[in-house]
């Protein structure tokens, strides 16, 4: 009876042993978790990110017994994320930088352990590369013929590294320039200037690129009357329901104070610059047309110089391309006006008494229509400022191009802008002020299409302005 006493406890004993190791479960739930990383398009375990850019890192941790310990995330053997005692399933979503990693492969590893240290990992490859430094320039409005007061540019940085330095190459001079946006330079001789930009970063990747040539002008003194112009701010264009119009609707614009000649530039003044130049009719000025001596031209080259046909010495010059005319502003330290230095100019400036014509209602009184061939400046009535002939005789070049929907692209957008629309957007250039070959002309309505190098008829003229 004793026997069966001291055997009952012990089976008791080892039956509970089996009953509560049977009720536990067996470590085979051990914590989950999934890691992947993701850039733009690319999505997975293995993906390429630019230097210097973001990618994405998922996580998604599970464990089944909610037995959670810990996370680590490792970045090339770097500590980069740490998680404990949470509960389970969470998900991290996190944006990264490749910015101060080194080129090349890299590894993100996870680990995560639970209570009875039961552990799971999961890697991912990115690879950092980086592109060539990338920029371009254009030199500023877009204009190739400078004077020898220097050369404005303007940098636009594309790249997507880093750019580091930058070297001009403008004919023979190499600059190393470290600013933004702009450079000036300074020419003292009369010649083509091939203008280049090199662009580069730290790892001496580096893209080059050549801007087609600019042309120096030589400074000369060409004898001008200048009015003053106060600047300010005024309604541009016209508002009409004509559509087809190029002149609506209305925009408000600004300018600053500048000079502009009183008369059209003149036939002896253009003369006395292309001799000054020694502009040849045949070789042109490296190339570049300056002035189209039609049949009939006031002008004409005997050989050896410009002479001008006796009578109409105070006629204003045409028949001159837009470079001609840019070119002979900037001999005599001015340039071209833009077209809305122009119209404020014509519309009377700060004196403005709103006319239809720059000086009266009357066009007869201030301008010459509807003729076989312009007029000597200065015959008729100047306008509110003491401008002459801004109205009709001949059309004037402004420096402006052309666009058809400009109004209306500023009026919709960021306003009016000074120097137009950009060649890219533009279709040659803008002539202002009508001429004899009109019938009328109001002072708000733009003149048709002009090319930049070709020379022109017998009814297109140009004035200049100053700072």
Not at 226 to 245: K, Q, R
Request: proline share 4%; hydrophobic share 35%; charged share 25%.
């Amino acid at each position: 009876m004793r026997k069966y006493k001291l055997i009952t406890p012990l089976l008791l004993i080892v039956l509970g042993s089996f009953i509560i190791s049977s009720c536990e479960k067996e470590p085979n739930s051990i914590p989950k978790l999934s890691l992947n990383v993701k850039s733009g398009w690319q999505e997975g375990d293995t993906i390429s990110v630019k230097r210097n850019r973001n990618y994405w890192l998922n996580i998604d941790v599970f464990d089944f017994d909610n037995n959670f310990r810990n996370l680590e995330v490792h970045l090339d053997n770097n500590l980069m994320i740490s998680i404990n005692d949470t509960t389970t399933p969470f998900k991290i979503d996190k944006v990264c930088s490749t910015e101060g990693l080194e080129l090349g492969l890299h590894k993100i590893k996870a680990d995560v352990w639970d209570k009875r240290n039961y552990h799971s990992s999961a890697e991912a490859y990115f690879f950092v590369y980086d592109m060539p430094p990338k920029a371009k320039f254009e030199i500023m409005y877009g204009n190739r013929l400078v004077g020898n007061t220097g050369l404005q540019t303007k940098f636009f940085d594309q790249s997507e590294g880093v750019i580091h330095w930058k070297r001009w190459e403008i004919g023979d001079d190499y600059i190393n320039d470290y600013s933004p946006a702009t450079l000036n330079q300074t020419f003292y001789n009369e010649r083509n200037y091939d203008v280049s930009l090199t662009v580069g970063n730290e790892l001496g990747q580096h893209t080059y690129e050549k801007e087609d040539y600019i042309l120096a002008v030589p400074r000369g003194f060409i004898e001008h009357d200048f009015i003053n112009v106060s600047g300010g701010s005024f309604m541009m264009g016209h508002d009409t329901s004509y559509l087809e119009a190029d002149y609506t609707p209305a925009i408000e614009a600004r300018v600053s104070n500048f000079k502009i000649s009183a008369y059209e530039t003149q036939n002896w003044q253009y003369a006395t610059f292309l001799n000054a130049i020694g502009y040849d009719p045949y070789d042109r000025f490296h190339g570049i047309e300056f002035i189209a001596l039609y049949n009939g031209s006031p002008l004409y080259y005997d050989g050896v110089n410009f002479n001008v046909l006796e009578g109409k010495e105070n006629h204003p010059v045409v028949g001159v391309s837009w470079y001609g005319a840019q070119a002979y502003a900037l001999y005599v330290g001015g340039r071209l006006p833009s077209e809305s230095e122009w119209e404020f100019a014509a519309r009377g400036g700060n004196l403005s008494e709103h006319y239809v014509y720059s000086g009266s209602n009357d066009k007869d009184e201030v301008g010459w229509f509807d003729l076989e061939e312009v007029q000597p400046v200065g015959m008729k009535m100047p306008n509110e400022l003491g401008i002459y002939d801004m109205s009709g005789n001949a059309e004037e070049i402004v420096f402006d191009h052309f666009q058809l929907a400009y109004y209306k692209e500023c009026k919709e957008n960021d306003g009016y802008r000074p120097f137009g629309p950009k060649l890219s957007q533009g279709d040659g250039k803008v002539a202002r002020g009508g001429s004899i070959r009109y019938e009328s002309f109001k002072i708000f309505e733009r003149g048709g299409i002009i090319a930049l190098d070709d020379g022109y008829g017998s009814s297109i003229g140009f004035r200049i302005v100053k700072e």
